[in-house]
């Protein structure tokens, strides 16, 4: 796993815009759910995204980690 790949770096940048559940992140990037939810799996492990459930749904938002790891790739 490659944190800094250039999916995960997407899917960071897109929630530094606001926090989104899976599906958003998968219409917004144009990438297939499976494959963001994978990624969004191996970010949490890095602690970069954390999710809070909303209405059934998780909804993914930055870490300081993830903020911080954002600021450094810019």
Do not use: F
């Amino acid at each position: 796993m490659s944190i800094v790949s250039s999916t995960k770096t997407r899917i960071l940048k897109g929630l530094a815009d606001r926090p989104m559940h899976g599906y958003e992140i998968s219409k917004k990037l144009k990438m297939p759910i499976s494959s963001v939810y994978e990624h969004l799996k191996e970010l949490r492990e890095a602690g970069l995204v954390v999710y809070k459930e909303s209405d059934r749904r998780k909804v993914y938002h930055l870490t300081e980690k993830g903020w911080m790891l954002l600021k450094v790739l810019e």
